[in-house]
Nanobody, 124 residues
Framework: QLAESGGGLVQPGGSLRLSCAVS????????MGWFRRTPGKEREFVSA???????YYADSVKGRFIISRDNAKNMVHLQMNSLKPEDTGVYYC????????????????????WGQGTQVTVSS
């Protein structure tokens, strides 16, 4: 199971930290990802972190968001800085097998477990 937390309302330029607690699988061998569904768009890739430190970001968030994983606590975090109104949406945590190849990380099909999502609203 995956459970997100940390969403909320923030002003443009502000920061939020999302967290995802993972249970029921071997976290240390799992690739973790964050996706979001913004108004009028399909669910899109935000970021991913492999077990040995490889991290990946969508161009729209590169330089502003940071993904990190705590293998001791079975958690993954998404630090979101310099937030923009277009970052508004529901953010989902997702898990994929460690064997997932790089080119598959950007799509939803590689991920076999999903959280319920947490709402992020960036507005003044």
């Amino acid at each position: 199971q995956l459970a997100e937390s940390g969403g909320g309302l923030v002003q443009p330029g502000g920061s939020l930290r999302l967290s995802c607690a993972v249970s029921g699988r071997t976290f240390s061998t799992t690739t973790m990802g964050w996706f979001r569904r913004t108004p009028g768009k399909e669910r899109e890739f935000v970021s991913a972190a492999r077990r040995f430190g490889g991290t990946y970001y969508a161009d729209s968030v590169k330089g502003r968001f940071i993904i990190s994983r705590d293998n001791a606590k079975n958690m993954v975090h998404l630090q979101m800085n310099s937030l923009k109104p277009e970052d508004t949406g529901v953010y989902y945590c997702a898990a994929a097998p460690s064997s997932t190849i790089l080119s598959e990380l950007w799509g939803t099909r590689a991920y076999d477990s999903w959280g319920q999502g947490t709402q992020v609203t960036v507005s003044s």
